[in-house]
């Protein structure tokens, strides 16, 4: 009796939302459409503000130029003509390896997906996919689609009184373009670089290059992750080229250079952007490839003595980032091995800030790094003379304050 | 509706009672009590205010005139809070600067970074308001540059954010209950609308979160203020409503 009261007031429901919510379940109507469109331009024109608001944009101009100059040379290639698109670049200054496009045709890269490539045909690559998302209306479709299927769980959530289990799938999905829309993207990017010049004979490494990003440094779901899908886009990348549909250019611009001479700068920034973020292990990693590809240099082994010392003065933030890089449970016993290791991360700080030095004796910074260690280490004497090197190199410092502070107690100790 | 016993639900409600007396939201700096007498001027960073309407859809939205009643509320509420316990807050003036600056909003957006991540130490575990005194954590020399700024000893960080139900959304939750009432024979209600307050008083020299305390539920943003902040002693140590 009870389950059928149960069935009765779940049809009720059904039928009654469904009615009520005519506009949520998939628009064809012109009106609904332009509507949405407007929602989706605040939308994107907020999100802007957003960032901007947060000193989230980049506003290195070299930068900014180099990717408008890649970036405008494939907009002039889209089937309606130069002039027609609008399509505006901007660089996020985060760690985390990604791209975006939005309805309002700007397109977003991250500095984190900048220094991870290897040379220009990739940043082409990058940016023609987002720019063919926009081609193709996909984050308009994305919207109203996700929209039809948000409603249509909230109905569901109903039904399952409320446990909102069937938003976790689900979920996971809105995150996403369709695979359809992926390789569509894809298609077009490969077009697009082609018409632009591009040598598109090694263009499936790109999908290696995505594939190598962590977990800690990626957008849960994002086709710049390490998902699995980017194999299947190397596949599909990789038929197209070899169909033969597609001229692959063997004489096209690789870029190497030219990318190189912006990317260098682009990656001690991320370097940087990781230790903001508490990402110590991942900046050393990213470190020693540095170390590898560019050579020695006092800012990398300056780096290196931060993620260091950063570790030991938050070993919980470096027990967390190793948690979720090894898919280990952050407990008490993990963190207590994370406090232990204190000593010897201060000691390897140490050493860098010495290898810094040694390349650049003028290197002001390492001399704030030793003096960090050493008054974490207890060694008063050391600490007051490199802090004061420190504050008398440098002229406009931002944390003299703290120094002085530091300076004053080291004194006392 | 199912009975239940008297004397469960008075058993229910002195256990919550129980619990909230056994744990504190509360944090401070174990230096805080000598601290205090030293703080001279108290800088308000831009605080960080967000309504969201809850939508059928899923298409939630941002409520920014309620967003800028709810700070301005704030703001008036914080004066008068502070200045009964002796602090003399300030404006940081760096709302004005942080326009033209991108290095100044980023560095804010870091020293808030900072502080949320810090809050992953400070509230790894419940404690009770005896040994709230005990997290020496800091965000170190970030925090240097608005001092600075403000000509402060110290600076009040200030975070709201709040949610609120559209007619859709609430018709829904209506619709969920009574399902669930027709079936179980109990009636669930939930919040149509919700909101979080969160401050911390962090030094300027050394970046110590001095005090940090948070509170939530169905309150308008000016009680939130006086329900954590009746937490903070002022500047004598003495607790005050």
Known sequence: ?413 | MKYWPRWKWLLSISGLLVLSACYTSVRMHPDFSNARRKIGTIALLPMEVSQVQLRLDGDNRRMPDKEHQITKLIRDELATTMEKRGYSLVDSNIDSLSKEKADIRFGLYLLKQDYYHATGELYANQVSPQSADTFRVDIGPVVNQFADRAQSDALLLVSYSGYEESSGLIAKDIAGAILMGAVLGVVPTKATSSATLQAALIDGTTGDILWTNIASGQYKASQLVTTVFSKMPDIQGKLIN
């Open chain 1, 1 to 413: 009796m009870q389950g059928m009261r149960y069935l009765l007031v779940c049809f009720c429901l059904l039928v009654g939302i469904v009615k009520l919510t005519p506009a949520q379940t998939g628009s064809t109507n012109p009106e609904v459409d332009a509507e949405d469109r407007q929602v989706l331009h605040q939308r994107a024109t907020e999100f802007r503000q957003e960032l901007d608001s947060r000193g989230l944009l980049v506003s290195n101009e070299a930068w900014q130029e180099y990717v408008d100059s890649v970036g405008g040379a494939l907009v002039t290639h889209l089937p309606e003509g130069p002039g027609t698109w609008n399509v505006r670049f901007y660089l996020i200054r985060s760690y985390i390896v990604n791209a975006f496009a939005l309805p309002d045709t700007s397109v977003y890269i991250t500095i984190g997906l900048l220094s991870r490539l290897e040379n220009e045909v990739q940043l082409a690559q990058a940016l023609s996919h987002e720019i063919s998302h926009i081609l193709h209306d996909h984050p308009f479709k994305a919207y109203q689609n996700s929209r039809d299927k948000t409603a249509r769980t909230q109905i569901l959530d109903v039904v399952l009184l409320g446990t909102s289990i069937a938003f976790i799938p689900l979920m996971a999905t809105l995150a996403n373009y369709s695979r359809e829309q992926e390789e569509e993207a894809d298609l077009t990017a490969l077009r697009l670089m082609s018409d632009a010049g591009y040598n598109l004979e090694n263009a499936y490494n790109f999908f290696d290059v995505l594939s190598e990003s962590k977990t800690t440094e990626s957008v849960k779901n994002s086709i710049y992750s390490s998902h699995p899908t980017n194999s299947q886009r190397r596949e599909y990348v990789t038929a197209r080229i070899a169909s033969g549909e597609i001229p692959l250019l063997p004489d096209g611009r690789i870029g190497k250079e030219r990318y190189l001479a912006c990317r260098k700068q682009i990656a001690l920034e991320n370097i940087h952007l990781k230790l903001l973020g508490f990402q110590y292990e991942l900046a050393r990693d990213v470190i020693t490839r540095e170390l590898e590809l560019a050579g020695e240099s006092p800012w990398l082994h300056y780096y290196m003595g931060e993620s260091w010392r950063l570790s030991a003065k938050d070993p919980r933030g470096a027990a967390v980032e190793f948690g979720e890089l090894h898919g280990k449970e952050v407990d008490d016993e993990l963190l207590r091995q994370f406090r232990y290791r204190k000593r010897k991360y201060l000691l390897r700080a140490d050493e860098e800030y010495h290898k810094a030095l040694a390349l650049d004796s003028t290197f002001v910074l390492a001399y704030r790094g030793l003096g960090l260690v050493a008054y974490e280490q207890g060694k008063m004497s050391s600490a007051l003379e490199a802090l004061s090197t420190y504050e008398s190199f440098a002229d406009h410092i931002k944390d003299r304050r703290y120094v002085e502070y530091l300076i004053k107690k080291a004194g006392e100790l």
